[in-house]
């Protein structure tokens, strides 16, 4: 059976595991530590193994605790979402000013090894933390995601419309050239009645 894995995240993004606590590094460089509790697994048709886990983050004694930039804090990880494929994996923010508790789901994959699972779990948790921390809050978070998303239904119509232009512009070419084929058609009609009239004078 899978075990339970423990992690350490240092300064530099880099990481390291170890399966017992005792075993891991631990120093003033690490910014993280991580306890991934095995939840799950899935073995494909082609005899892959995927373990699924519940992460849970530790202090530097190893006991349960948060991590904290600025006024939001990650208080809980739940279970990994995934079965061929990493899905989502939720969190608990709290904006420790208002004290409010916010979920966030997790959406960067999963990798094929314990340390490619871990690096964009850590890059994303900061990136979550550090924009909120600039927004100022969890309602200016939401309102800037749907902004983001009015700002791509906006390039998708100027997409449109642009290609429509440009639907347009081929159609008044080709229009162009159907008249001017015409014109020439119609003055070869006229050359060649005019051809019969003076042989039949």
């Avoid at 995927?50 to 849970?56: A, D, G, S, V």
């Avoid at 871990?118 to 990136?127: C, D, G, V």
């Avoid at 070419?173 to 020439?184: I, M, Y």
Wanted: hydrophobic share 30%.
């Amino acid at each position: 059976m899978e075990r339970d894995k423990f992690f350490a995240i240092f300064c530099n993004g880099q990481c390291s595991y170890a399966d017992e606590w005792e075993d891991l590094c631990k120093n003033d460089q690490v910014k993280l530590y991580l306890h991934g509790h095995f939840h799950h697994s899935h073995t494909t048709n082609g005899g892959t193994f995927i373990p699924w886990y519940r992460f849970e983050i530790l202090d530097e004694l190893g006991n349960h605790s948060t991590y904290r930039i600025g006024d939001f804090e990650v208080i809980q990880i739940y279970p990994d979402v995934g079965i061929y494929a990493f899905q989502s994996r939720k969190i608990d923010i709290l904006d420790t000013r208002l004290g409010s508790k916010h979920d966030y789901y997790m959406r960067k994959g999963k990798g094929d090894n314990y340390v490619a699972l871990i690096q964009p779990f850590y890059e994303e948790l900061n990136e979550i933390l550090t924009t909120l921390n600039e927004l100022g809050s969890w309602k200016a978070y939401e309102q800037s995601i749907k902004l983001q998303e009015k700002d791509k239904e906006i390039k998708s119509l100027t997409a449109n419309e642009e290609k429509l232009q440009n639907e347009i512009d081929m159609l008044k070419k080709e229009l162009v050239r159907a008249k001017k084929g015409n014109w020439f058609r119609d003055l070869l009609m006229r050359k060649n009645r005019l051809l019969k009239s003076s042989k039949c004078s």
